[in-house]
């Protein structure tokens, strides 16, 4: 990418957010909006890869607090086409710069690239932000693989105990038809305008200088004699993988995991970027969820309730545990069995939290109804709505 392109691109357009949202709006906008332009979800339509590119790139600005200053900073200064610095000619002292004459300006006497020496574009000063700017002399530097963002769905136990799943991903990589070369016969020239580094330096006074991506090899160090058909000269193409990722025990539903070294391929002997996994984890028909601890809901008879006992409740993938229910239980009193939860970071298990429901049968035999009609008769004194009717007079 040109400087001129990262001053007048407007990223905050493209993922469809204001410029004061938030890192976390910018993050949703992003995956929204790369789900529905994805390759893999829009086989052979090249404008929804052109959009996905952009999503990316945008993502890759804004998602990143430090280079999101410094665009803001650089969009501030110079993107309405003009810079004003005090002290020079015009109203108020003041004088303008054309973006055009900034970013390539005109053609003129005095060092290459620039009239009076001062064409240049300012490479030195955004070029830490795409190119880590290769000064002048320098090769070019190794340059890292993007990000690749992808999502997998797992089963509720698989969340609890962790897994290990396939995963397919598209991204760029070095073209296999060349070799990453960008030439069909796999013998690219160094670059006579750059001779090599994929970047140019324009000359200004003194000792102050400027470099920007070389236009003829686009910041390459090399150009290719026979463009390759697959990749049309750039030496990457979208490559489609599947590998086996481990995802580890206690993950959450919504939960982001960040591989590192597993995103896309380098360029020039450059590390890999990073792959962000987001995991989606179904439900299960008895267990629950909340933070570290596991939850189930245990029936109980009114007789276990009122006289207490042992009941025996089930564990996730283990064998059921007895836990021993004290007199006078009221409904819904939730107990613990400790260490029977999801695995947390350090490796230890939360626990499994164990709520009471007292049951009540929805037919009687004479027997119980016999019992229950004596139960009656012995506890008709006790009012157990006295203390309510009490408590809203006083209200």
């Known amino acids: 990418m040109s400087t001129k392109d990262f001053v007048e691109k407007d990223y905050y ?25 994805h390759p893999d979800a829009n086989k052979g339509d090249t404008a929804a890869e052109e959009r996905f590119k952009e999503i990316s790139e945008a993502n890759d600005v804004l998602g990143d607090p430090k280079r999101r200053k410094e665009y803001d900073e650089a969009r501030a200064l110079f993107g309405n086409g003009g810079f004003r610095a005090p002290g020079a000619n015009g109203p108020g002292g003041s004088f303008n710069f054309d973006l055009g004459d900034l970013f390539g300006g005109a053609q ?44 997998v769905t797992l089963s509720f136990t698989e969340a609890v105990d962790g897994a290990t799943v396939p995963l397919r991903m598209s991204s760029q990589a070095p073209c296999k038809a060349c070799a990453g070369t960008g030439d069909k016969n796999g013998t ?5 305008t750059c001779v090599g580094t994929g970047q140019v330096s324009r ?13 003829d090899c686009k910041g390459r160090g090399l150009i290719a004699e026979t463009p390759c058909d697959v990749c049309k000269g750039s030496g990457r193409a979208r490559s489609s993988r599947t590998m086996q990722v481990r995802i580890p025990a206690g993950v959450s539903d919504g939960q982001r995991i960040r591989l590192r070294g597993k995103g896309a391929p380098g360029e020039r002997g450059g590390p890999a970027g990073d792959l962000y996994v987001v995991v989606h984890v179904d439900g299960h028909p008895v267990f629950g969820r909340k933070d570290d601890n596991l939850t189930v809901t245990v ?11 042992e009941v025996k409740v089930p564990t996730l993938g283990g064998p059921p545990v007895t836990l021993k229910l004290p007199a006078g239980t009221p409904n819904g009193r939730t107990m613990r069995a400790r260490g029977k939860g999801a695995v947390r970071k350090d490796g230890t298990r ?28 012995a506890t008709a004194d006790e009012d157990p709505r006295a203390e309510l009717f009490q408590a809203a007079k006083g209200a």
């Open 13 to 37: 357009k493209v993922l469809g957010v204001p410029k004061d949202a938030t890192e976390a709006e910018i993050k949703k906008a992003y995956r929204k909006l790369a789900r529905e332009n």
């Open 108 to 151: 003129g006497q005095g060092a290459p690239g620039g009239a009076g020496g001062f064409g240049g574009g300012l490479g030195d000063v955004f070029g830490g932000l795409f190119n880590r700017g290769a000064g002048p002399g320098t090769r070019t530097q190794p340059r890292r693989g993007q990000d690749v963002e992808s999502e």
């Open 188 to 192: 690219p020239r160094v670059c006579p």
């Open 203 to 215: 000359g200004g006074s003194g000792s102050f200088s400027l470099t920007d991506p070389c236009v």
């Open 299 to 309: 029936p109980v008879t009114y007789v276990e309730a009122a006289l207490g006992g």
């Open 350 to 377: 939360g626990d499994l939290l164990v709520t009471v429901e007292v049951t009540v049968p929805k037919e009687l035999d004479d027997k119980a109804k016999e019992a229950l009609e004596a139960y009656r008769e």
